[in-house]
């Protein structure tokens, strides 16, 4: 069956063959062609070819029809359904599993096809043609319902609350499937299902913005991600059936696309942080890609993708830590986990700073699609890899460290932007590694179910920050409630950093955090550093005519007992290699506690030790108006 004789024309497969000829950059499918081609890439095939045979192995994805499907079948239950009212916890529940499926199958269905193009092995065909089966009959891609994951919400008259997450996820994983198949892979029957249910997701999305549904669109907010994944979608979707006979929607699709680029930052800031960043610039990445394929380039070469990479380089810490601060996960170990992301965009970008990366800081390109094409690009020098250190007004962060080498030293100070998303209360974390061992860090960040999420990791209490009054956070019933009391810092504040001064040697910052609290004249930080020692100086004045007890915390990177020693206002922490000495105009107390730690390693959510770390709790005897404190931190 040659599919460009059919009325089914629609596959990718053609799309970049009507554009061969002006088209530069190649598809997947022209990209693995390349690949196999290469003698040099033979391991790295055999490897994805038995990744693949394993992934053919596991039962298909399928859609779960009732709650108690969910969790089934290879879906996935989100665990913040559990708390929501019975009326709306399947609802809840199905849609976040139908994100899910997609975006594994994403990932999965390119891979298989992959490998059947490497191999022609019928078994790998078989296994695509079942789930692709499957995948034709979830339609809409994204049923109704993410929106209830707080209790008390429901779903808007009409019982739509738009396409979301899944609808970029599900159609990536089509077009890449259809890019990357022989063109006579796949029956006249499946195809025009496959059509059908395209068609409808882009009648779909199109309405979405049309009638303003979904929060995004009525809040006129392209920074999110959730914005980005259905764009993807509608991109993807007009290009795999035809952008001309969709073309008020292709460029409906790419004017989003394009927003969102716009609203990020000017030197390739993201605006969710460090792991948000892998999941939607993938998405961007996708679709820009596509978009080239097909000879429209507008996307790839954006600004923002051309300077993106070195910003999501320069999270990478000493210690094989990363800059974890937003709804970022675990810091160590995370710029090895990132490998599909470098390889994804050093493939599309040709990044140099993606490239050295790979080489350098990381085990080399990922063993996916992508991996295997990065393997063939040019190598590059040591003049590719991004500066040490920088400042981002639009993320309100300072970033340094001395060397790329494993053992450096490592500093990163955390401001606040008005339009920050997925953040947290950390306005002025100061995070500090000491010849690759971590000293200052932060809680990090768990599954968003995770009964402490807001009470002891996004909160205040998760960062090393100021806090007026002794109030202790409780465990609401609601994992998605953000809890704050009057002496907790405000989200969405803006905290200005001024930096004095950024060079190889160290650095000097100060921090404005007056705005974040109620009752707070000034909280300047101070702070200053070198490859061995930092200093922060904090000045705390309460609004005229009130007094308060006012708290500092300082998470370690240890989860040993460390040694107090002083009185009044003078004290030292030790452990093995680190002293700190904190000195204050007022009479203080130190001690230390053990609170969940998500950065030094991921926390499996059982009582094992290491998965919390030591914090030092420093805070007046007495309510005061005023406050000065130098915390002096030297590393051997």
């Known amino acids: 069956m040659n599919l460009q004789r059919t009325a089914l024309a ?27 081609a290469n003698p040099a890439l033979e391991p790295a095939r055999s490897a994805l070819v038995d990744t693949a045979r394993e992934a053919a192995s596991q039962p298909i994805i399928r859609r779960a029809k009732v709650l108690a499907e969910v969790g089934q079948n290879r879906t996935w239950l989100d665990g913040r359904s559990e708390s929501l009212e019975p009326e709306i916890k399947e609802q809840f529940a199905l849609a976040m599993s139908d994100f899910a499926a997609c975006n594994a199958l994403a990932e999965e269905l390119p ?59 599900g159609v990536r994983a089509i077009g890449d499937t259809l890019d990357l198949l022989p063109g006579d892979s796949l029956s006249p029957e499946l195809m025009k299902r496959l059509q059908t249910l395209l068609e409808g997701e882009i009648a779909g999305v199109v309405d979405d913005w049309q009638t303003k549904r979904s929060w995004f669109i009525r809040s006129d907010n392209p920074n999110t991600n959730q914005w980005v994944l259905p764009t993807e979608g509608l991109i993807r979707a007009c290009l795999i059936l035809g952008a001309e006979q969709h073309r008020d929607a292709y460029e409906l699709g790419v004017a989003n696309l394009l927003r969102s680029f716009d609203a990020h930052g ?26 080239a394929v097909s000879g429209d380039r507008r996307a790839l070469d954006h ?26 996960g675990p810091a160590y170990g995370a710029a ?3 490998r599909p992301f470098l390889s994804l965009a050093a493939t599309c970008t040709g990044s140099p700073a993606a490239r050295w990366a790979l080489a350098n800081q990381v085990s080399g390109p990922s063993g996916d699609l992508a991996g295997l094409a990065a393997r063939a690009l040019p190598p590059v020098g040591p003049q590719a890899a991004p500066a040490l250190f920088a400042v981002y007004e639009r993320a309100a962060r300072v970033n340094w460290r001395d060397s790329w080498d494993v053992n450096a030293s490592g500093v990163w100070v955390r401001g606040g932007h008005a339009l920050d998303q997925h953040d947290h209360q950390d306005r002025g974390h100061v995070n500090f590694i000491a010849h690759g061992k971590p000293v200052l860090i932060e809680a990090g960040t768990p599954s968003y179910h995770h009964k402490l999420m807001m009470t002891h990791y996004s909160s205040g209490v998760g960062h090393n920050v100021l806090q007026l009054g002794t109030e202790e956070p409780e465990p609401s019933s609601d994992p998605g409630k953000n809890i704050t009391h009057p002496g907790w810092q405000k989200v969405h504040t803006v905290a200005p950093i001024t930096v004095k001064s950024l060079d190889l040697e160290g650095g000097e910052a100060q921090i404005d955090g007056a705005a974040c609290y109620d009752g707070l004249a000034q909280w300047d930080r101070n702070v200053a550093w070198t490859n061995a020692e930092l200093t922060v100086t904090d000045n705390v004045s309460l609004d005229e005519g009130t007094a308060n007890v006012v708290l500092f915390r300082w ?6 007992k460390v040694a107090i020693e002083g009185e009044g206002s003078s004290h030292s922490i030790t452990w093995p290699g680190v002293r700190i000495t904190l000195i204050a105009d007022k009479p203080i107390t130190v001690q230390q506690v053990k609170l969940p730690d998500n950065t030094l390693q991921a926390h499996d959510g059982s009582e094992d030790p290491k998965n919390f770390h030591t914090c030092v709790v420093v805070q007046t005897q007495a309510p005061e108006d005023t406050l000065q404190l130098t915390t002096n931190v030297r590393v051997e």
């Open 555 to 560: 998470h370690l990177g240890t989860e040993d």
């Open 336 to 338: 090895e986990a990132s």
């Open 266 to 291: 000017a030197h390739g800031e993201f605006e969710e942080g460090f792991g948000y960043a892998r999941f939607t610039v993938t998405s961007m990445l996708h679709a820009a890609h596509a978009m």
């Open 111 to 169: 891979l298989l096809a992959a490998g059947y193009r490497i191999t022609r092995d019928p078994a790998l065909l078989d296994r695509i043609v079942s789930q692709l089966d499957e995948m034709a009959a979830w339609s809409p891609l994204q049923r109704p319902g993410w929106t209830l994951f707080t209790p008390g919400n429901r779903l808007p008259e009409g019982g739509k609350d738009g396409n979301w997450l899944a609808t970029g996820c």
């Open 303 to 328: 600004p923002f993708l051309k300077r993106f990479p070195v910003w999501f380089v320069q999270h990478f810490q000493p210690g094989n830590m990363v800059i974890n601060c937003f709804d970022a």
């Open 10 to 36: 629609f596959s990718l497969v053609s799309v970049c063959a009507r554009h061969a000829a002006t088209a530069q950059t190649p598809s997947w499918g022209a990209l693995l062609d390349e690949a196999i």
